[in-house]
Nanobody
Framework: QAPLVESGGGTVQAGGSLKLSCRASPNVINFCRMNWYREAPGKNRELVSS???????IYDESVKGRFISSLDIPTSTLYLQMNSLKTDDTALYYCAAIGDDYRCDKWGQGTRVTVSS
């Protein structure tokens, strides 16, 4: 069983919305920082959001006010609600469990988001 499994990617028109999901395990959720990253064609992977704590989530400036990351603890699922999508948001999106604990440093397989003009 893959440690992190993403879903929810697809193709949407600019201005539309998509919601990504990342199913993890309770061990990972409880001991690691849950992040979303993306890798656009020809660009380096960049951090989209990071849940520092349940009340403190940071976002890249390019998505602030449009994307919302959330964590559903009972189901150990990380979400990324993406609104007002732009063509620049087109990328492969990854969830990751980051931290020094041995349970961390895990990545999903990626889910592709394509925003058309």
């Amino acid at each position: 069983q893959a440690p992190l499994v993403e879903s929810g990617g697809g193709t949407v028109q600019a201005g539309g919305s998509l919601k990504l999901s990342c199913r993890a395990s309770p061990n990972v959720i409880n001991f690691c920082r849950m992040n979303w990253y993306r890798e656009a064609p020809g660009k380096n992977r960049e951090l989209v959001s990071s849940i520092i704590s349940l009340g403190h989530i940071i976002y890249d400036e390019s998505v602030k006010g449009r994307f919302i990351s959330s964590l559903d603890i009972p189901t150990s699922t990380l979400y990324l609600q993406m609104n007002s999508l732009k063509t620049d948001d087109t990328a492969l999106y990854y969830c990751a469990a980051i931290g020094d604990d041995y349970r961390c440093d895990k990545w999903g397989q990626g889910t592709r988001v394509t925003v058309s003009s």
